[in-house]
């Protein structure tokens, strides 16, 4: 049997317990062909680039399988009828990735400056003094 990493995003709409039975639906249709699911991972509801039948949002899903290719072929099948699902993406690996994946890992955020431009190794403006003033502008003709 080969192994696949398959990763499917559903509805937003959907509860978390929604999703969850999904997996499970998911997980029997491939050990009913003989083949296995290694780590279910669900990293929850995403922000999306951009809009999928309407959706702005999504709950994302990662199974790890070690099946032949008629299970892939039947689970692929039916994420394509089902409505509650968006989008699915089955990739053959060599071998699958011990630990959690990328998406789940924690990043360090304290270290990284925040969006509104107050950058954590400078403190807050009022620490910082005030800013120096250049001074009026000349008029145009005088500059060169």
């Known amino acids: 049997m080969a192994?696949?990493?398959?990763v499917f995003l559903a509805r937003q709409d959907m509860s978390a317990q929604q999703v969850d039975a999904l997996i499970e639906q998911y997980k029997g249709v491939i050990e009913s062909f003989g083949g296995k699911v290694g780590r279910i991972e669900?990293?929850?509801?995403?922000?999306l680039t951009y809009r999928i039948k309407k959706n702005r949002k999504a709950h994302y899903a990662l199974l790890d399988l070690d099946a032949p290719?008629?299970?892939?072929?039947?689970?692929?099948?039916?994420?394509?009828?089902?409505?509650d699902v968006l989008r699915y993406m089955t990739v053959s690996v060599e071998a699958h990735e011990e630990g959690q994946s990328a998406?789940?890992?924690k990043r360090d955020r304290d270290e990284r400056p925040r969006r509104d431009g107050d950058r954590p190794?400078?403190?807050?403006?009022?620490?910082?003094?005030?800013?120096?003033?250049?001074?009026?502008r000349r008029p145009r003709?005088?500059?060169?």
């Not at 192994?3 to 398959?6: D, F, N, V």
């Not at 669900?42 to 922000?47: A, E, P, T, V, Y």
């Not at 190794?121 to 009026?136: A, I, L, S, T």
């Open 3 to 6: 192994l696949y990493e398959h």
């Open 69 to 83: 290719a008629a299970a892939v072929a039947e689970l692929e099948r039916q994420q394509r009828i089902s409505e």
């Open 103 to 105: 998406m789940l890992q």
């Open 42 to 47: 669900n990293w929850g509801l995403k922000s």
């Open 141 to 144: 003709e005088d500059r060169a």
């Open 121 to 136: 190794d400078r403190g807050p403006r009022e620490d910082r003094g005030p800013r120096e003033d250049r001074g009026p």
